[in-house]
């Protein structure tokens, strides 16, 4: 589908409407209605170019010159109510935000296309969907099908459709199709009917798949660049109004992953103070010495965290943050031990916390000034001997401290970035959410 011909070609058994209804077809106040109610939806949808097209049975999303285009047929649409042209205009959205049409397509292609919507309608309210679109735990529509061997076969199909769960991913259906070589025979010799090859009244996916999987690896970067752009902009608008439309929590979280560029922050402070562990050696004479057994005391030797904490508590760096700062290093504090120092344009000696394993500490604020982190790194330098490694929890405002002797980690507020560019020995990962 990387091209529309304009060529007619059949169009699915079902109701269709008719040529004057499908020439007095407007799709404008159904955007409209999709901006009103599905606000994330609706911003994702602006970026497409709709066409009207026959050269396909239903609709279809695709890249055509590096942008992206939906292909519909007015005959198709028209006989929808309006909740299903909603349904459907989500539909296509849901294709893109999750990289079908821009990623490799995998094989048997058939299959994936049946997958990817089973995964993609266990999103969408059972209402919103078009007569016969494919959804799990739901059987198929086998009304049209005449023939008795072909009606067992697809029985068989329906039966486990019908048996899967609804909110797997399209991988994980894609799996549970291939697993019945019967069931995977039959959608492999049948076809998709909305695309290539399909045959009369068999079931199948509502809207077309072709051209999927068929971008250069230059296009596909450009491609899905732009969506995760786009994805990226819905998340923080929803995110900013309030107004997700009939978007579910889960799947909020699984959007703000979706274009969340930044590392599991958590687990790289883990991996930093696991890193920054130093071994404290001392004489036991209930260890045997292995070189010299029975004359001289073995070794015994232990782990300890040696990481200190500095909280940027300057004035641009408001109460709710402190809060999330504290709340990151609860976090921490289930694994190791550490030390946590207050800093603005001075280290604060006199409020030094010795946060124990297991200890939870509530927050507090004891300076509100400028920042910087030059304080720090003399802080360091003069009475940091013990330690083998720091973390500095900021929103990066201040300019750069120069290199440091000892490892440093830098873990910043979401959306902020560092004034300076890191050096070697700096570790630089970004919050994305409370943690919890």
Same mark, same amino acid.
């Given at each position: 589908?990387? #091209?529309?011909?304009?060529?007619?070609?059949?169009?699915?058994?079902?109701?269709?409407?008719?040529?004057?209804?499908?020439?007095?077809?407007?799709?404008?106040?159904?955007?409209?209605?999709?901006?009103?109610?599905?606000?994330?939806?609706?911003?994702?949808?602006?970026?497409?170019?709709?066409?009207?097209?026959?050269?396909?049975?239903?609709?279809?999303?695709?890249?055509?010159?590096?942008?992206?285009?939906?292909?519909?047929?007015?005959?198709?649409?028209?006989?929808?109510?309006?909740?299903?042209?909603?349904?459907?205009?989500?539909?296509?959205?849901?294709?893109?935000?999750?990289?079908?049409?821009?990623?490799?397509?995998?094989?048997?292609?058939?299959?994936?296309?049946? !997958?990817?919507?089973?995964?993609?309608?266990?999103?969408?309210?059972?209402?919103?969907?078009?007569?016969?679109?494919?959804?799990?735990?739901?059987?198929?529509?086998?009304?049209?099908?005449?023939?008795?061997?072909?009606?067992?076969?697809?029985?068989?199909?329906?039966?486990?459709?019908?048996?899967?769960?609804?909110?797997?991913?399209?991988?994980?259906?894609?799996?549970?199709?291939?697993?019945?070589?019967?069931?995977?025979?039959?959608?492999?010799?049948?076809?998709?009917? $909305?695309?290539?090859?399909?045959?009369?009244?068999?079931?199948?996916?509502?809207?077309?798949?072709?051209?999927?999987?068929?971008?250069?690896?230059?296009?596909?970067?450009? !491609?899905?660049?732009?969506?995760? #752009?786009?994805?990226?902009?819905?998340?923080?608008?929803?995110?900013?109004?309030? #107004?997700?439309? $009939?978007?579910?929590?889960?799947?909020?979280?699984?959007?703000?992953?979706?274009?969340?560029? *930044?590392?599991?922050?958590?687990?790289?402070?883990?991996?930093?103070?696991?890193?920054?562990?130093? !071994?404290?050696?001392?004489?036991?004479?209930?260890?045997?010495?292995?070189?010299?057994?029975?004359?001289?005391?073995?070794?015994?030797?232990?782990?300890?965290?040696?990481?200190?904490?500095?909280?940027?508590?300057?004035? *641009?760096?408001?109460?709710?943050?402190?809060?999330?700062?504290?709340?990151?290093?609860?976090?921490?504090?289930?694994?190791?031990?550490?030390?946590?120092?207050?800093?603005?344009?001075?280290?604060?000696?006199?409020?030094?916390?010795?946060?124990?394993?297991?200890?939870?500490?509530?927050?507090?604020?004891?300076? $509100?000034?400028?920042?910087?982190?030059?304080?720090?790194?003399?802080?360091?330098?003069?009475?940091?001997?013990?330690?083998?490694?720091?973390?500095?929890?900021?929103?990066?405002?201040?300019?750069?401290?120069?290199?440091?002797?000892?490892?440093?980690?830098?873990?910043?507020?979401?959306?902020?970035?560092?004034?300076?560019?890191?050096?070697?020995?700096?570790?630089?990962?970004?919050?994305?959410?409370?943690?919890?």
């Amino acid at each position: 589908m990387s #091209q529309d011909k304009g060529t007619s070609v059949d169009l699915p058994v079902g109701q269709l409407a008719s040529e004057e209804d499908a020439a007095r077809f407007n799709i404008e106040p159904h955007l409209v209605n999709l901006m009103l109610h599905e606000p994330f939806y609706s911003h994702i949808l602006r970026r497409v170019e709709k066409v009207r097209s026959s050269a396909l049975p239903t609709a279809g999303v695709t890249v055509r010159d590096g942008e992206f285009t939906m292909l519909y047929n007015p005959r198709f649409l028209a006989a929808l109510v309006s909740l299903q042209v909603r349904g459907l205009l989500k539909h296509e959205c849901l294709h893109l935000v999750f990289k079908h049409c821009t990623g490799r397509k995998q094989d048997p292609h058939i299959l994936w296309n049946w !997958a990817t919507d089973l995964a993609i309608n266990s999103l969408l309210p059972e209402q919103e969907l078009p007569e016969g679109g494919l959804r799990p735990g739901q059987a198929l529509d086998l009304s049209k099908i005449e023939d008795p061997a072909q009606l067992e076969k697809w029985k068989k199909v329906s039966d486990l459709i019908e048996s899967f769960p609804i909110g797997l991913a399209a991988e994980k259906y894609m799996a549970l199709l291939r697993q019945d070589p019967d069931v995977r025979r039959t959608i492999e010799e049948q076809g998709d009917p $909305s695309g290539e090859g399909g045959q009369g009244g068999s079931p199948g996916p509502t809207d077309d798949h072709g051209g999927w999987g068929e971008l250069s690896d230059e296009e596909q970067q450009i !491609a899905e660049g732009k969506i995760r #752009q786009a994805v990226n902009e819905a998340v923080k608008k929803c995110d900013r109004t309030g #107004q997700w439309g $009939s978007i579910s929590g889960a799947a909020r979280e699984s959007l703000r992953a979706l274009c969340n560029n *930044s590392v599991n922050w958590k687990k790289v402070l883990h991996n930093f103070c696991g890193r920054s562990q130093r !071994a404290n050696r001392s004489r036991t004479l209930k260890k045997i010495n292995r070189k010299y057994p029975y004359i001289h005391a073995g070794t015994r030797r232990g782990h300890s965290a040696s990481v200190v904490v500095y909280i940027d508590q300057s004035g *641009s760096v408001g109460s709710d943050e402190i809060s999330m700062f504290f709340g990151a290093l609860n976090q921490l504090g289930r694994i190791t031990s550490f030390s946590v120092f207050f800093f603005d344009t001075a280290v604060d000696t006199k409020n030094k916390i010795k946060w124990r394993r297991g200890q939870k500490v509530d927050a507090r604020r004891t300076r $509100s000034g400028g920042t910087c982190f030059s304080a720090v790194e003399k802080h360091l330098k003069k009475d940091g001997a013990e330690f083998d490694g720091h973390i500095i929890l900021t929103d990066g405002q201040a300019s750069d401290p120069g290199p440091s002797r000892k490892r440093r980690c830098w873990v910043l507020l979401p959306g902020c970035e560092l004034y300076f560019k890191p050096h070697p020995n700096d570790v630089v990962v970004k919050m994305d959410n409370l943690p919890r």
